[in-house]
């Protein structure tokens, strides 16, 4: 009986260990878009500044 609770409890936590790591590579590759949009976003943004001297 507890080495069955044992074996299911492992196994959920695996499943939600791999939830997390799947759920964190996506933010992270969201958080790595949004970085590159706010550069070229800045970038623009100071061109036009530089354009209205």
């Known amino acids: ?10 196994a959920r936590e695996l499943a939600y260990r791999s ?15 949004l970085k590159a949009t706010q550069s070229y976003l800045e970038q623009q943004i100071t061109l036009w500044n530089n354009g209205n001297d």
Do not use: T, V, W, Y
Request: hydrophobic share 40%.
């Open 1 to 10: 009986m507890i080495d069955q609770n044992r074996s299911k409890m492992e």
């Open 19 to 33: 939830r997390l790591e799947k759920q964190f590579a996506g933010m992270d590759a969201r958080i790595g878009a």
